[in-house]
Nanobody, 121 residues
């Protein structure tokens, strides 16, 4: 079993920066075998992909809406994944979820509880 715990969500103003963290743990979890992702869900909207990173190698992917503003990174020693959010926009307001999937699979198997990010004008 894998546990994912997000933190760092808060109320910020448009243009501000914030960093989300996701701590991963699990007795049988082999971090090198997983891709970690960030998703978000705004009120009344479906959950959408934000960014992902392979634990091994560090290759990344981003949604077009966040390219150039958000950066996903990882700290292998701390089993933690980060999402650095710069130049926040009103439309970034959402609950942000951390997720993990085995490399090569299409779907994410593990999800965190989410952390709220609110961007005000």
């Amino acid at each position: 079993q894998v546990q994912l715990v997000e933190s760092g969500g808060k109320l910020v103003q448009a243009g501000d920066s914030l960093r989300l963290s996701c701590a991963a743990s699990g007795r049988t979890f082999s971090f090198a075998s997983y891709t970690m992702g960030w998703f978000r869900q705004a009120p009344g909207k479906e959950r959408e992909f934000v960014a992902s990173i392979r634990w091994s190698g560090g290759s990344t992917m981003y949604a077009d809406s966040v390219k150039g503003r958000f950066t996903i990174s990882r700290d292998n020693a701390k089993n933690t994944v980060f999402l650095q959010m710069n130049s926040a926009k009103l439309e970034d307001t959402a609950v942000y979820y951390c997720a993990a999937k085995v490399i090569g699979l299409a779907t994410y198997q593990y999800w965190g509880q989410g952390t709220q990010v609110t961007v005000s004008s």
